[in-house]
């Protein structure tokens, strides 16, 4: 175990492939993520390991003389955990622990055991457990490997057999229980939703770790729970705000990432009620980040799966204050890439066809935020007229300071 400060985190190595559909470049923004995972679930990244394939081996993801390298490694090292950067079958996953004798994590076991520790209310707890226990069914077989001797067959159908389908089938009942407690805590969230009267709604949506919440503090002038680490936020906040005289209802909703495991989609999606029944999304993009228009599409695809992309939507180009961008100087040599582009280039891109819904702010720095409230203000108000056409003249056209 390393020693951190006064908190002990494992020491742990990461594991990816490169493949025709995942050049190095993309590998190694992947396992930075991963990294970034790591730690903020408790890990402390030491070492990666990473090969060129045409496909994953299915027996143990990477091939034998890689497998044979880590072998060393993480004995000589003495290293806990290991964590693959894509899911495991669970085939894959016995074999890889029977060679290594140390703990396998892929990132969809690891983003769920994030999620795990994030939870704070009863129906995040609750979401969570579900997608465990799907992501857990498949792979109950690797946890009885000291019974594997009993394969089965006339004779041979002992307690090996027996105990692992009790197993399934109490995590079947688990499963069924939790998608009943899930469907009647929707339908009290439904009613809450129902309750807030006309009000306009406005969800704030977008990658994991863009400051949403920071935002959502700022705006709100609430303490909705800020920290830079992946997840910060599980639970949907909904804040009444005020800007001039103008009321709206304002939700801060879970982050999106990439390889978004497919248990925790299914059971967030009732979460994420909050973004579809929202009158305006503000999509927040961290700008200083180098894959800032990957988290854009991320971000943009599950806004596809729940229905939500042709919503209006204002984009919000967060921490600008960190933005840098790369110099070239004197060497001619050097291709000019996005890397190079300032802020102001950035804005004549692709970025000038959203026009007044692209806002350009820093949350923690409080920057362009007067700005950012005349815009939001004039599309609520928007909003507002179009619904009550009768009270038009309670709200000006102009956000008084």
Not at 232 to 247: F, Y
Not at 275 to 289: C, K, N, P, Q, T
Not at 369 to 387: A, G, L
Request: with cysteine.
């Amino acid at each position: 175990m390393l020693e951190r400060g006064e908190i002990a985190y494992e020491k742990t190595v990461l594991i990816g492939i490169i493949t025709k559909n995942q050049n190095e470049e993309k590998l190694e923004e992947f396992l930075d993520e991963l990294e970034f995972l790591t730690y903020t679930a408790g890990g402390e990244v030491v070492k990666r390991f990473t090969q060129k394939m045409d496909m994953p081996n299915s027996k143990t993801f990477i091939g034998s003389g890689k497998m044979e390298d880590v072998r060393v490694y993480v004995e000589q090292h003495e290293i806990g955990t290991v964590v693959f950067d894509d899911e495991l079958s669970p085939g894959q996953l016995r074999n890889i622990e029977r060679i290594l004798k140390a703990k396998i994590i892929d990132r969809t076991n690891l983003i769920l055991d994030i999620f795990a520790q994030r939870a704070q209310t009863s129906y995040a707890r609750t979401q969570v457990e579900l997608a465990q226990y799907q992501y857990l069914l498949p792979r109950l077989t690797g946890l009885w490997t000291h019974l594997e001797r009993q394969r089965g067959g006339i004779g041979m159908r002992g307690p090996g057999e027996t105990e692992i389908e009790t197993d399934r089938r109490i995590v079947r009942d688990r499963i069924s229980l939790l998608k009943k407690k899930l469907l009647t805590i929707d339908k009290q969230m439904a009613t809450q939703r129902g309750n807030r009267g006309k009000l306009v709604r406005v969800a704030l949506v977008g990658y994991t770790n863009v400051g949403k919440s920071t935002l959502m503090n700022v705006i709100a002038k609430s303490k909705v729970f800020a920290e830079n680490k992946l997840f910060a936020t599980l639970d949907t906040t909904v804040r009444k705000v005020v800007i001039g005289n103008l009321p709206f209802l304002l939700s801060d909703t879970v982050g999106f990432i990439r390889k978004l495991p497919t248990q925790l989609v299914e059971s967030f999606k009732s979460t994420l009620d909050e973004v579809r029944e929202a009158d305006l999304l503000l999509h927040v993009v961290d700008i200083s980040h180098s894959q800032f228009e990957d988290h854009i599409e991320s971000v943009n695809k599950i806004l596809d799966e729940i229905d939500c992309r042709d919503k209006p939507t204002m984009m919000v180009f967060n921490k600008i204050d960190t933005y840098q961008h790369e110099i070239i100087g004197d060497d001619l040599t050097i291709e000019r890439t996005k890397a190079h582009y300032t802020l102001e280039e950035w804005k004549q891109t692709w970025m000038s066809r959203i026009g007044n819904n692209a806002l350009f702010i820093s949350a923690i720095k409080k920057e362009n935020i007067d700005d950012f409230r005349k815009r939001i203000y004039k599309e609520i108000r928007d909003i507002h007229v179009t619904r009550f056409p009768y009270n038009n003249f309670l709200y000006p056209e102009v956000v008084e300071e």
